[in-house]
């Protein structure tokens, strides 16, 4: 099965290659990105990676990462779900990161503060991701990618964090038994 993919940056790709080979270790990814300078602009070439990744590339899920930066996710959201042509809602996961994506990761001090070698008291709690950022390091996109493949707190991610429980909801929809176990692999997260 192929997945498609694109995030803003090097985290959330890395964020999202990892929940993917933890769900789904034999999919093959395919990268798309969306780049643009306004929220229009934006849109627009999400449109098109979208068609690139579906009806190019064949991918049967398409999953979309983006940061609601100082907006609400769900509005965010929103924006985004309405410019999806028809034809291929079906095929997309749209996950809104409340804030960013380090807010995500942070969503389980006491985990993320193992990760990072530090005190749990020492992360930022308004906006963790400059942070979690230098603690990462040079290499934080494989070790971000690592983390969420082996030891990330998924569960309590959903607990505690309404953004990251949507996504996680659309995933678990999206995911059939012959998907390669995704809902089985979620349950046992």
């Not at 395919?30 to 602009?41: D, I, K, N, P, Q």
């Not at 040079?138 to 959903?158: D, G, H, M, Y």
Request: with cysteine.
């Amino acid at each position: 099965m192929k997945i498609g993919y694109c995030g803003e940056g090097n985290a959330d790709e890395a964020f999202l290659k990892g929940l993917a080979h933890r769900l789904c270790p034999d999919a093959e990814l395919e990268r798309g990105s969306f780049r643009g300078t306004a929220l229009v602009s934006e849109r627009q070439q999400f449109k098109k990676t979208l068609k690139v990744l579906c009806d190019i590339k064949c991918c049967k899920y398409v999953v979309m990462l983006k940061d609601c930066d100082k907006g609400k996710w769900r509005e965010v959201k929103k924006q985004f779900s309405i410019h999806i042509d028809s034809e291929y809602e079906h095929m997309v996961v749209i996950g809104i990161a409340d804030r960013n994506l380090e807010c995500w990761l942070a969503l389980d001090r006491p985990a993320l503060a193992a990760e990072l070698g530090c005190q749990e008291s020492e992360i930022p709690v308004n906006n963790p991701s400059s942070f979690v950022k230098s603690r990462f390091g040079v290499r934080s996109r494989c070790r971000i990618e690592e983390f969420v493949k082996s030891s990330a707190p998924l569960k309590n991610w959903v607990q505690k964090g309404d953004s990251f429980k949507d996504f996680w909801e659309q995933i678990r929809d999206f995911g059939k038994p012959e998907d390669c176990g995704i809902v089985a692999r979620m349950d046992s997260d």
